[in-house]
């Protein structure tokens, strides 16, 4: 079994109980979407949208956006479609790394208390940059802290996530910069983590 396959496993088994073990402070999540400012029909991804935390305040905050949520694991995007309700939402089980997207098909891309699964944190910058379009922004985002983030996942019993880690504000600004993102929002403190970086736009020839 690949580290990929494990991992849907991982998510695949706890999609049922999710939502009562994991912890969202949902005033700073709204917060965060605020502070995104997503536009009227933007197009808006939800990289590991899990039980779809963010799908309701999304559909709440943006005003006739285009939203996509994908997820490696079919039970949480289950989980998802039923949070979500009536709102016009595109459902992907898949790897965001593989599924075929057009290129520059996004507008803003928001990897919510998720990016501390992706093992090549650079390769998946890199990745996200490519899908964004042209002014398009790169959102990380958790609304609880980087320090206690990391300390559940080395003190989780389950060997699947104990690797998985938050790197420093500054390391993750570096990929994206590498990876042609202007920053915007830089959060790393006591209280929450939200960084927020944009493509450059092209100039006219």
Not at 115 to 124: L, Q, V
Request: hydrophobic share 40%; aromatic share 6%.
């Amino acid at each position: 079994m690949t580290e990929s396959d494990e991992k849907t496993a991982f998510f695949n088994e706890r999609a049922g109980t999710w939502d009562e073990t994991s912890r969202h402070d949902m005033a700073k999540v709204e917060l965060m979407l605020q502070l995104l400012n997503i536009k009227k029909g933007e197009r808006v991804l939800d990289v590991g949208t899990g039980t779809g935390v963010l799908l309701p305040l999304l559909a709440r905050y943006t005003d006739e956006a285009d939203i996509t949520a994908i997820d490696i694991a079919a039970k949480m995007i289950e989980a998802a479609k039923r949070k979500a309700g009536d709102a016009k939402i595109t459902f992907i089980t898949g790897d965001v790394l593989e599924y075929p997207f057009d290129p520059e098909r996004f507008d803003c891309i928001i990897c919510y208390s998720v990016f501390p699964h992706f093992e090549d944190k650079r390769g998946t910058i890199r990745r996200l940059s490519r899908l964004l379009a042209p002014g398009g922004l790169l959102g990380i985002l958790h609304s609880e802290p980087r320090d206690r983030i990391n300390s559940i996942h080395i003190h989780a019993r389950h060997h699947d996530i104990k690797a998985d880690n938050l790197p420093p504000a500054e390391m993750v600004m570096d990929c994206m910069k590498d990876a042609g993102l202007r920053e915007e929002i830089r959060i790393d403190n006591p209280d929450l983590y939200m960084l927020c970086a944009r493509k450059r736009w092209r100039l006219p020839n």
